[in-house]
Every structure is written in C-alpha cells, then in structure tokens.
C-alpha cells in the first residue's frame, strides 16, 4: 500500500533525531572507535531525502498500475471473485493512506516547504484528518490482507463452495476492514497539532506537524504497534493453516481427470503465492513497526527511520500491485490485451504477413492469412 510508516511517526522522528545528536556529541567528547557498521549507519541516515524520493517513484508508479488493474478487474467478468473485490478494497486503502502520507510529509519534501504558509492557515483538524488516513489505511489494509489469505484458505478446503461462502462473507469483510480501525483511529482528532519550521535541517523536510507534545511518541505510534502485533499473530495462524492443509488437499485435487479442474488449482495455486508474497511484505513492515517502539533509542533507529519509506512503499503498494502482473498468467494476458498500445495491435497482421513469405509452417500461413482477410472486412 502506498501506506508509510515513516510519516505515522514524524513526531517521534524529532525525539530520535535529538537522541541522535545527543549520541554523536557524546563521541566526540569521549573518542571512540567508528566501526563498520556505524559508517553505513550514518550513510544511511545522510540519504533520508534519497529514500523519500525513491519510495515517491515506487509509489507513483505503484498507484498508476493499481488503476490499470482495477480497470481491467472491473472490465472483465472472469474476474469478478471475492480475491479480486479484496485486491480493490485493499487497492483503495493505499489511495487514501497514499494522499494523507503526500499531504503530511511527501508534499512538503518535493516543494521544499512551499505550502508552509498555506498550512497555517489549516485548522487543527485537517491536520488530524492527515494523520487519520495513514493510520486507518494502515490498519485497513492488513485487515484486507488477512481476508485476502482466508478467501485462499477456504479455496483450498472449500473449492467448490467457494464463491458461495464468500457471497455471504464479502459483504461482512468489507465492514469490518472499513470499520475496525475506525475504534481507535479516531483518537488522532483529539490532539492538537502544530507546525514546527525546520530552516536549519539538512536532507529534511522544511516543516514538520507533530502533535503540540512532540517529544512523546503519541497515539499512533502504539496503535500501530498493536495493529502489527495482531497483524503477525493472524499471519502465522493463517500461514501454518493454509500451508498444512494445501499440502493434504492439493493432490486429490491435481489427480483429477477433469482438465478444467486442473487449469482451476493452477490458478488458485499463483493466487496462494501472489497472497503469501504480500503478506510477507507487510509482515516485515509489522516486524520493524513493532521494533521502533519497542526500542526507540537503538542505535539503528535513526537509519531505519531513513529507510522506512523505501520499505514500507515496496512491501505494500509495490508487491501489491507489480507482483499481481508476474504471478498470475491470465490475469496478466488480460491486462496485457486490455492496455497494449493500438498502434502494434493494428499492425500486427502486417508484420504476421511479412513472415508468411519466409515460413514453412502451412498452418501458420493459413491462419494469418485468415486473420489479415477479417481485418479487411
């Protein structure tokens, strides 16, 4: 999901900088030596902006596929299942967690703080509201996530009823990844947000809007510490489930004479993968998210701050959307027909013509010759 982490956390960011800095004065008062591991510490954290900008590219590129897929989900009727109607659902918690992340820090990076007086014009809680679309994407996106694995798990234990469970379930999820988070989420209307000029900040945004008590981590940062708790706990349970029971249903399935039966478990079978490779991307923003609170003056924290958007970017928008096109061959062929520029599509036959001339294959001469009289007609 385009959703970053990175700017759930900009408060706390300035408390990690401080310590930072605090930790950089003490070395050289008191000369140690910098090992390995430090120099690519401080490397790391002197390409913040670098990464930033790298996880805009990753995301742009990220939401403008998600369009193109949904378009194509939408056009054709073969693709009207419940993993579909999840991958939309979890598609559009990265739109909104995407536009709340550009409006509370990546717009202020690209335009080096242009709109700072506009923003002070913004009352309290619009500020708020910026901060709630991160938070509640985050939330909604694992939750669509956990339903993405279970409609794989009930493929595997439920082939053929399958569509029917999940015309009920559907319905329920959709409430449920909608309105979970908002139990919590709404907490963020109750501070009082302020905007704090950062003229002297070297690779840093101009500005940034932290609650009034910005030295303290606030509510975000442990609400999103628990969503990732309960996050990794659900994936594990769902990863053994559905890998223990794939390995004693999938071969009755396969042994089956039905040829149609065979195409189906292929595709459920990249569909299970394309689910499992997701849910690892967002286990690892899980994993750090829940390292950063836990301990927020390591020593590491400040580069994994700098990196956070990079990561969080390719581990939810970017295997989101890119890994839909490789994982699934029909899926991509569809999408492949649907978005091919026209100008190769109309002179196919032609370039099919010239090779009729050097071809010994009679069925191929037959067929394209067919198929260039059609497109006379």
Request: net charge positive.
């Amino acid at each position: 999901m385009s959703f970053s982490i990175y700017k759930m956390h900009i408060a706390s960011k300035r408390f990690i900088d401080r310590f930072y800095i605090k930790m950089s004065n003490t070395n050289t008062t008191q000369p140690q030596e910098i090992t390995l591991y430090d120099q690519i510490l401080q490397l790391i954290v002197s390409l913040n902006s670098t990464f930033l900008y790298i996880s805009i590219v990753i995301n742009i590129t990220s939401l403008i596929i998600y369009i193109l897929e949904i378009i194509t989900i939408l056009k054709h009727k073969k693709f009207h299942t419940p993993f579909y109607w999840l991958f939309i659902i979890r598609a559009i918690t990265d739109f909104y967690s995407s536009f709340g992340s550009y409006a509370n820090t990546r717009l202020i990076v690209i335009t080096r703080g242009l709109p700072y007086k506009l923003y002070l014009t913004f009352p309290n809680w619009v500020f708020a509201f910026f901060y709630f679309l991160v938070l509640h994407g985050y939330g909604a996106n694992n939750l669509a996530t956990i339903f993405m694995m279970l409609t794989r798990l009930t493929a595997i234990m439920f082939l053929m009823k399958h569509d029917k469970i999940w015309k009920k379930l559907l319905p329920l999820s959709i409430i449920i990844i909608f309105g979970l988070p908002l139990l919590d989420s709404y907490i963020l209307f109750l501070d009082t947000y302020v905007i704090i000029p950062l003229p002297n900040e070297q690779n840093m945004t101009l500005f940034i809007i932290p609650p009034k008590e910005h030295d303290k981590p606030g509510p975000y940062l442990y609400i999103s510490f628990y969503y990732s708790i309960i996050f990794l706990v659900a994936c594990a349970i769902l990863n053994f489930a559905i890998l223990f029971i794939y390995k004693f249903v999938k071969k009755p399935v396969n042994q089956r004479s039905d040829g149609s039966t065979d195409n189906q478990t292929r595709i459920e079978r990249n569909l299970l993968i394309y689910a499992l490779s997701t849910l690892f991307g967002h286990a690892i923003i899980a994993i750090v998210t829940i390292f950063l609170y836990v301990c927020p003056t390591s020593h590491s924290t400040p580069a994994l701050f700098s990196m956070l958007p990079v990561v969080t970017d390719i581990g939810t928008s970017g295997l989101s959307s890119w890994l839909l096109l490789f994982i699934s061959e029909d899926f991509r062929n569809k999408f492949i027909k649907d978005w091919k520029p026209k100008y190769f599509s109309r002179n196919s036959p032609n370039n099919s013509s010239n090779i009729i001339s050097i071809s010994n294959n009679c069925h191929l001469n037959v067929r394209t010759v067919n198929n260039f009289v059609s497109s006379l007609n």
